[in-house]
């Protein structure tokens, strides 16, 4: 009886353990400054013969971005695919390292749909493109960051250390993946739906709410 005891004291001692360390574990945003970010650094882009409040709207501090794959680009004669996005001001940066945190809900149905980018390369555009392309998301058209985002709230961090060359990605917290940047430039974020080259669904949206920028 005395060793049962000890055992189930022992199982206690143990689950406590696990729970304070899960409870003390880093937060992505620790050892980093928050950088100020207002209404003033959000430059909206969308389909150039749409008013605003035809593909974005933004309610209780949640915003909205919606497109069709047959929207018109950002700007007469651009070859680009339709996008309702939010290209972030102000803060460019071109060294350093920089955190983007937000947290988004994708619905069920919206597919083949860039959500969130790291703009600037040195020889393509992007640095990062977070895709949802059949409930997951993924990095580019490759890696799968995290399954089964439809209809629910995520929250993501993104860290990008320009100096080592790294993108660090990070969902509900926990570290998702590490890849290589694609070489020096001047970047920015951006967040929203934007149509991806093909396997696009006829309608896509996504919301965001709690944007912040940090460095260090």
């Not at 199982?11 to 209404?39: E, I």
């Not at 994708?106 to 980018?117: D, F, L, Y």
């Not at 790291?118 to 409930?135: H, M, P, S, W």
Request: proline content about 3%; hydrophobic content about 35%.
């Amino acid at each position: 009886m005395a060793s049962c005891l000890k055992k189930v004291v022992l199982l206690l001692l143990l689950s406590s353990l696990a729970t304070q360390q899960h409870l003390c574990a880093a937060d992505p945003t620790d050892g980093f400054t928050s950088v100020q970010f207002t209404d003033e650094n959000r430059m909206l882009q969308k389909p150039y013969d749409k008013a605003p409040e035809d593909r974005y709207s933004k309610v209780d501090g949640v915003e909205k971005f919606w497109i069709y794959t047959n929207d018109k680009p950002f700007k007469e004669g651009s070859p680009t695919r339709p996008r309702t996005e939010i290209r972030i001001t102000g803060h460019d940066y071109t060294s350093g390292v920089w955190q983007f945190e937000g947290n988004f809900f994708v619905p069920q149905g919206t597919s083949g749909a860039i959500i969130m980018q790291v703009f600037g390369a040195a020889n393509e555009a992007t640095t990062l493109q977070l895709r949802v392309i059949n409930g997951d998301l993924k990095y580019y058209g490759n890696n799968v960051v995290a399954a089964n985002i439809y209809s629910r709230w995520v929250r993501l961090n993104v860290i990008h250390n320009v100096g080592a060359g790294k993108v660090t990605i990070f969902i509900d917290g926990d570290q998702k993946l590490v890849v290589n940047d694609h070489g020096r430039a001047t970047f920015y974020f951006k967040y929203g739906v934007y149509g991806a080259l093909s396997g696009s669904s006829n309608y896509m949206e996504s919301r965001w709410k709690g944007i912040k920028l940090f460095k260090k």
